[in-house]
Nanobody, 118 residues
Framework: QVQMVESGGGLVQAGGSLRLSCAAS????????MGWYRQAPGSQHELVAT???????NYADSVKGRFTISRDNAKNTVYLQMNSLKPEDTAVYYC????????????WGQGTQVTVSS
């Protein structure tokens, strides 16, 4: 069974920081590109950041310079360090594992709420 467990969300004031964690099953983590997506109230589901199995990263323009995605393969965990948070970062953040071998190719976490107050 594939398990994706997210943590680290919460309430923070603008300018503050949070670190999200997503621990995935070892059976899929090592073969997957990992990513963070978010959905704000009344907004579309959007990409935040991705890191490939090889370590290459990609960020949405809105978070470049503020967020950092990383992965610890020994712990089967992907992180999203969020600095200089803004109210517009408020959303439910979802962890994603995308692989090229298994079916389905995408696995999702349950989501963790991030709320940034003014």
């Amino acid at each position: 069974q594939v398990q994706m467990v997210e943590s680290g969300g919460g309430l923070v004031q603008a300018g503050g920081s949070l670190r999200l964690s997503c621990a995935a099953s070892g059976s899929i983590f090592s073969i997957s590109d990992m990513g963070w997506y978010r959905q704000a109230p009344g907004s579309q589901h959007e990409l935040v950041a991705t890191v490939t199995s090889g370590g290459s990263t990609n960020y949405a323009d809105s978070v470049k310079g503020r967020f950092t995605i990383s992965r610890d393969n020994a712990k089967n965990t992907v992180y999203l360090q969020m600095n200089s948070l803004k109210p517009e970062d408020t959303a439910v953040y979802y962890c994603n594992a995308h692989n090229y071998i298994l079916s389905p190719r995408d696995y999702w976490g349950q989501g963790t709420q991030v709320t940034v107050s003014s």
